[in-house]
């Protein structure tokens, strides 16, 4: 008789959770407890909170995994505006990615982390329209920088550098609205410069100077019209 009264209790409690979620207010907004499944299952997608058509709170969102919800991400909204902070997960749990979205648009700072280890594997930003804006990151399972960059609502201007395991300089680059554009030098792994020249809009311009131990051993002159054709 107890295990029966246990038994008719949860499930007098699932039913009464399932009747006061997904519900709409007096406007035909969702409001209170949210869940929503996959197509033709039992399997969840989403749950959270909706307070007049506005999400609050956290909401958990999920893959079908062999007819399991397996989280997949998170959502804590902030109460005043449409800003979320969220967080993306593998299958097994851990943090692949993190940071803050307004509605479907990537904002602020975003941090994405290597496969096997909660070190950064890229460090970004993000502007208020979704654009990358600022400086970029990427970096070796060591923890060491690989790469540099610098970008303007959402392409490649400025300064970008590329770097050894050990923290050499390999390359540097100047970019201006997404092209190459100024000088560029490229070191071998003991920080030796060995090609040295200009890019003009997306080509090499001018006279490029190649270096062995240290030496002068050839120059090239691109600036004539359609000598160089980039690979």
């Known amino acids: 008789m107890k295990k029966f009264l246990i038994l008719l209790f ?9 009747q006061n979620s997904n519900q709409f207010d007096v406007n035909g907004k969702r409001h209170g407890i949210w869940k929503k499944h996959f197509e033709g299952t039992e399997v969840l997608r989403y749950e959270g909170q909706f307070h007049h058509g506005k999400e609050i709170g956290a909401f958990k969102f999920y893959k079908n995994i062999k007819g399991k919800p397996v989280l997949s991400a998170t959502r804590e909204f902030q109460e005043d505006s449409s800003i ?15 940071g803050q979205m307004n509605g479907k648009i990537y904002i602020g700072t ?3 982390y290597q496969k096997d280890s909660d070190k950064l594997l890229i460090l970004e930003h993000y502007n208020d329209k979704g654009q990358l804006h600022g400086e970029r990151f990427v970096y070796y399972e ?15 201007h400025g300064e970008a550098i590329n770097y ?14 997404g092209e190459l554009h100024g000088p560029s030098k490229y ?10 020249g200009q890019y003009k809009k997306g080509k090499k311009h001018g006279i490029w100077n190649y270096y062995e131990n240290g030496e002068l051993s050839d120059t090239k002159n691109f600036t004539v019209e359609g000598k160089y054709k980039p690979k």
């Open 10 to 18: 949860s499930l007098c409690f699932t039913l009464l959770c399932a």
């Open 84 to 98: 979320a902070d969220v967080k993306f997960f593998t299958s097994k749990g851990k943090v692949i990615s993190e």
């Open 110 to 112: 975003w941090k994405y």
């Open 142 to 156: 060591n923890g060491e920088v690989a790469e540099k960059q610098h970008y303007k609502d959402g392409v490649l």
């Open 164 to 177: 050894s395991l050990k923290g050499i300089v390999l390359k540097t680059f100047i970019y201006e609205n």
């Open 187 to 196: 070191y071998n792994p003991k920080g030796e410069l060995i090609v040295q």
